[in-house]
């Protein structure tokens, strides 16, 4: 398999709490864990299938979209579309199945799955309020 070279590194208000909701809900596994010397959790690497995602806290300031959007109407008016906003999308085997997981495990749901002329997919937005596609490709 060729590296990945493309790495999507999103950052979280509690980027062990992320990864812990991600790999349960999305079914990514855990690779390494970091943490800062007061014992902050900096960056978790997250695998699904060989590719990888980076989570990250970059800051005490940060916000999460869904925290930045209770106080700021313009990012109030970006997360009304159910479409991805600054989000990763994941191409997988099953979308059907991965979206009974992640609709029973609570996430909230921006999308029934449907399908296009490249796919079928879903959309569905994390426990800060990332965005997250989920895809099928055609003939998969």
């Known amino acids: 398999m060729a590296e990945q070279r ?10 062990g709490r992320a990864a812990d909701w991600i790999t349960k809900v999305f ?6 864990r970091f943490h800062n010397g007061a014992g902050t959790v900096t960056d978790v690497e997250l ?8 989570v990250g806290h970059p800051s005490d ?3 999460g ?3 930045h959007a209770q106080a700021c109407a ?8 159910p479409f991805i906003v600054d989000g990763v999308v994941v191409y997988i085997d099953d979308v059907d199945t991965h979206f009974g997981r992640a609709k029973r495990a609570g996430a909230k749901i921006l999308t ?7 796919g079928r997919q879903y959309r569905v937005e994390d426990l ?4 997250w596609m989920f895809a099928q490709r055609s003939g998969s």
């Open 27 to 32: 079914g990514f596994r855990e690779v390494e």
């Open 128 to 131: 800060e309020g990332h965005r």
């Open 112 to 118: 029934e799955p449907e399908t296009n002329e490249r």
């Open 61 to 63: 300031a940060y916000q």
């Open 74 to 81: 313009l990012a109030r008016q970006w997360l009304e579309t």
């Open 6 to 15: 493309v790495i999507p590194m999103l950052a979280y208000e509690d980027a």
């Open 65 to 67: 979209p869904r925290r």
């Open 47 to 54: 695998d699904l299938d060989g590719a990888t995602v980076l």
